[in-house]
């Protein structure tokens, strides 16, 4: 049963959640038959480029790592700084699963002959420069390429998935806004602003190998210019209108598959956002381009949506959108503040309680509230920040913040495309304790105990699989991430003894789902009969295959967790696209895709930039250059990077050897990635 349809049964589950036995044992039922809320990137942090009165200095800190930009190996500060963000290896590797830019730096500056519609000739106006780690910004290295390259490096080689996005940091090149406000466009020069953004997307995509899942409109602000105390229409609609239209830049750039956020709404009321989502899905134009909303604040109290846009996976979250400084929330309820670090009010959680920053995620998570979680600036995550800004990510790092300890362990095994399963508690990090359960696409199943104060003892029943055997990691305060050793279920249930501030995460030893192969065929209600054989030959090798037609109508946007291709972006494992696909905008849309792609036949070759036969790696060069990639000088070698692992295949290709190619395309055959 799929997530988005039984989360009314998770929430009634959660109610019946926790029992407490008279022998003090806290005893919580989970049941992995029923699905909840689906995890898209439950923990990620950016790394702003931003500008203000000390300019450039998130540049000047991140270009202070010993080995930066082009050294990461383990003898070096920007080596060890990456593995604690981006690798689920060691005691310190949070192995982050969301990456975002803020690229404040203008690709140009020429006001004359900007481009209004995506052309060859339009990339004679853009300075991409400035973004390379050679680049001379502010007198410092530009370092986004180097992060994004630096985390996808030890995400493929790790086989994990992450969501990587961009947004624009408070404003646009400066003749593109309005004399009155430097954070609204002018009507006239609005297609300038969309391709502005259009051409920094395709060149994230082509030039570096990126696997583009998303970009922002705008940042704390409405691109349209909707008065702050707007009713009606509400604050965000400029950015939704404006969405429209850098939809339509982006197609014609062939980046089909980009999702848009129609502005990352900062330090506002929940409420406008609610109005927000309720004005959008109210217009199928808009409804249509508009894939999250999105909101944060910093240090002040201002509430939680109600739900995500109808048809979209999730909310996306920075700091304190669910913290307080001790005002009252929208509840009436005061603030206690403690929810931001001492030093540093960019961080959740007291810096020396792993437990309540881990709950404050899977309150998130399982309560509904959103999917996408994020902490702001990379060097605020890892302990390595001065008040909200990274003045200190410099020199020989060394992970020593106790806020990196809780994620390390729970975050290389709650990964995108898992979801919270039913009886999960999702307490409010405020509460002593919770316990919640994660499942789904082929992971193994997790149990991730948070418990604050005292030592406490939980009985976990075990509802809907059969668990041989449970690794049990563990962090407390003052005490890194360990495996404490195996347990193993009696009669249905585990019980185990954990200390007070501490995180507990058990996973599974084999995993009880299967990983998601989505098969994209022309018509869904009529299959061929190769088609037919190929769903089988997949399902019958421990597969779960769905098949997707290529025309995706509104009622099909909650059961693939999105309203455009490629579906289920962040859970699928792989994608085949038949060759009775003839729509052109598909094999674009999954050129993007981090997860491998198979296109069958010969139609959809040209997007994917496949010859026949071809198998290319990810971040290796394609077979050859595309009409919408940059020119070649910009490009390594003349040709573009794949994003994902790449194969073609012939039309007549047997069950047997297309089942061989997917399994070759999947971390260890496809189990327990």
């Known amino acids: 049963m799929h997530a988005r349809l039984t989360s009314v049964l998770v929430l009634l589950a959660f109610l019946a959640a926790p029992m407490a036995a008279a022998d003090d044992i806290v005893t919580v039922k989970l049941d992995f038959g029923v699905a909840g809320q689906t995890v898209e990137a439950a923990d990620g942090?950016?790394?702003?480029?931003?500008?203000?009165?000390?300019?450039?200095?998130?540049?000047?800190?991140?270009?202070?790592?010993?080995?930066?930009?082009?050294?990461d190996g383990p003898d070096t500060g920007f080596g060890r700084f990456c593995d604690t963000c981006f690798s689920a290896k060691g005691?310190?590797?949070?192995?982050?699963?969301?990456?975002?830019?803020?690229?404040?730096?203008?690709?140009?500056?020429?006001?004359?002959?900007?481009?209004?519609?995506?052309?060859?000739e339009g990339w004679d106006r853009n300075n991409m420069a400035i973004y390379e780690p050679t680049g001379a910004v502010g007198g410092k290295p530009g370092h986004q390429m180097a992060f994004y390259r630096a985390a996808?490096?030890?995400?493929?080689?790790?086989?994990?998935?992450?969501?990587?996005?961009?947004?624009?940091?408070?404003?646009?090149?400066?003749?593109?806004?309005?004399?009155?406000?430097?954070?609204?466009?002018?009507?006239?020069?609005?297609?300038?602003?969309?391709?502005?953004?259009?051409?920094?997307?395709?060149?994230?995509?082509?030039?570096?190998?990126?696997?583009?899942?998303?970009?922002?409109?705008?940042?704390?602000?409405?691109?349209?210019?909707?008065?702050p105390d707007a009713i009606?229409?509400?604050?965000?609609?400029?950015?939704?209108?404006?969405?429209?239209?850098?939809?339509?830049?982006?197609?014609?750039?062939?980046?089909?598959?980009?999702?848009?956020?129609?502005?990352?709404?900062?330090?506002r009321d929940a409420t406008i956002l609610d109005r927000q989502a309720k004005w959008i899905e109210a217009r199928p134009e808009y409804a249509a381009v508009s894939d999250y909303i999105s909101h944060h604040s910093f240090r002040s109290f201002v509430g939680?949506?109600?739900?995500?846009?109808?048809?979209?996976?999730?909310?996306?979250?920075?700091?304190?959108?669910?913290?307080?400084?001790?005002?009252?929330?929208?509840?009436?309820?005061?603030?206690?503040?403690?929810?931001?670090?001492?030093?540093?009010?960019?961080?959740?959680?007291?810096?020396?309680?792993?437990?309540?920053?881990?709950?404050?995620?899977?309150?998130?998570i399982v309560s509904g509230h959103g999917s996408l979680i994020g902490t702001w600036q990379l060097a605020n995550r890892v302990g390595a920040h001065g008040k909200g800004f990274n003045t200190g990510a410099t020199g020989d790092y060394r992970p020593t913040s106790r806020q990196i300890d809780g994620g390390a362990t729970v975050n290389p095994y709650l990964r995108p495309g898992m979801y919270a399963v039913g009886g999960s508690q999702g307490r409010h990090p405020r509460e002593p304790y919770s316990v919640d359960g994660f499942s789904g696409r082929g992971h193994r199943e997790l149990i991730v105990i948070t418990n604050s104060q005292q030592e406490r003892r939980f009985k976990v029943v075990l509802a809907g699989v059969n668990i041989e055997g449970l690794d049990h990691y563990q962090c407390e305060s003052g005490r890194d991430k360990r495996l404490v050793g195996r347990l193993t279920p009696s009669d249905g249930a585990i019980v185990v003894t954990v200390p007070a501030d501490s995180v507990s995460a058990l996973v599974a030893t084999v995993p009880h789902t299967k990983p998601r192969v989505y098969l994209v065929v022309k018509d869904a209600a009529?299959?061929?009969?190769?088609?037919?054989?190929?769903?089988?030959?997949?399902n019958d090798a421990g597969l779960d295959a769905q098949i997707v037609p290529a025309s995706l109508a509104p009622d099909l946007w909650p059961r693939l967790q999105g309203k455009r291709h490629p579906v289920d972006p962040m859970g699928a494992a792989a994608y085949i696209l038949s060759d009775t696909v003839d729509a052109v905008e598909v094999g674009a849309a999954h050129a993007t895709a981090m997860a491998p792609v198979i296109v069958v036949g010969g139609?959809?070759?040209?997007?994917?930039?496949?010859?026949?036969?071809?198998?290319?790696?990810?971040?290796?060069?394609?077979?050859?250059?595309?009409?919408?990639?940059?020119?070649?000088?910009?490009?390594?070698?003349?040709?573009?990077?794949?994003?994902g692992w790449r194969r073609s295949l012939p039309a007549d290709v047997a069950p047997h050897a297309l089942l061989k190619a997917v399994t070759e395309s999947l971390p260890r055959g496809g189990r327990g990635w």
């Open 603 to 643: 139609k959809l070759l040209r997007p994917l930039g496949l010859e026949p036969n071809a198998t290319v790696l990810a971040g290796e060069p394609l077979s050859f250059r595309r009409e919408c990639d940059p020119p070649e000088r910009l490009l390594a070698g003349g040709k573009p990077l794949a994003p």
């Open 91 to 120: 005691a310190k590797g949070m192995a982050l699963s969301q990456l975002w830019s803020t690229p404040t730096a203008f690709q140009a500056m020429q006001e004359k002959g900007y481009p209004t519609n995506y052309t060859q």
């Open 152 to 227: 996808l490096r030890r995400a493929r080689a790790e086989n994990l998935r992450m969501l990587m996005w961009f947004d624009v940091h408070h404003r646009y090149p400066p003749w593109m806004t309005t004399p009155d406000s430097p954070l609204v466009l002018l009507q006239d020069r609005q297609d300038q602003a969309a391709c502005f953004l259009v051409y920094y997307a395709r060149y994230l995509v082509s030039r570096h190998g990126i696997p583009l899942h998303a970009l922002s409109v705008a940042n704390e602000y409405d691109v349209g210019g909707v008065a």
């Open 526 to 538: 009529c299959l061929a009969d190769r088609e037919i054989a190929w769903s089988k030959a997949l």
């Open 304 to 364: 939680l949506p109600k739900a995500p846009l109808a048809g979209s996976p999730g909310i996306w979250y920075s700091s304190g959108s669910y913290g307080s400084d001790g005002s009252t929330d929208l509840q009436g309820r005061k603030g206690d503040g403690r929810w931001f670090a001492d030093a540093n009010g960019y961080l959740m959680g007291p810096d020396s309680n792993t437990d309540e920053t881990v709950r404050l995620r899977t309150y998130m």
């Open 45 to 71: 942090a950016s790394m702003c480029q931003y500008e203000d009165a000390d300019k450039w200095k998130t540049i000047a800190s991140y270009s202070g790592l010993t080995g930066f930009p082009d050294r």
């Open 232 to 267: 009606d229409p509400p604050q965000g609609t400029g950015n939704a209108t404006f969405a429209k239209l850098v939809r339509a830049k982006l197609d014609q750039a062939d980046l089909h598959g980009v999702r848009i956020v129609p502005g990352t709404l900062g330090n």
